[in-house]
């Protein structure tokens, strides 16, 4: 499933990176810890957080993520918005929760 497709099922706000709208989601990693992410996320991963900074896009690159998803109705600041348009790796947001769009993207992925 393309990111694009993503956005499209789950209604999801594109906040920048649509370059990347194109790449493929493997899965979904869900935390807010960058430490972890950093350790345990991996290439084509949807990464689902409330951190809305630069580092997360440094780390989203390092890991070759797919996507970011910001929940809560949380929105990127600048310089994260900035990094996301120059990486190609779009930022994408939500007005769920975390439990929520975690299993609805698994559902969506998990789907026979």
């Not at 497709?5 to 493997?26: D, K, Y």
């Not at 951190?51 to 390092?62: F, P």
């Not at 190609?88 to 975390?98: A, F, M, R, S």
């Amino acid at each position: 499933m393309t990111v694009s497709e993503l956005a499209e099922q789950l209604n999801l706000r594109v906040f920048s990176g649509n370059e990347g709208l194109n790449h493929e989601i493997t899965n979904g990693y869900t935390s807010d810890l960058l430490s972890d992410v950093m350790g345990h996320a991996e290439a084509g991963n949807a990464w689902i957080t409330l951190q809305t900074h630069r580092n997360v896009m440094a780390i989203s690159s390092l890991k070759d993520l797919s996507a970011v998803i910001l929940v809560k109705g949380f929105e990127p600041e600048a310089d994260m918005l900035a990094q996301s348009n120059e990486e190609g790796i779009p930022v994408l947001g939500t007005n769920d929760e975390t439990f929520v769009i975690s299993g609805k993207l698994y559902n969506l992925l998990n789907k026979q």
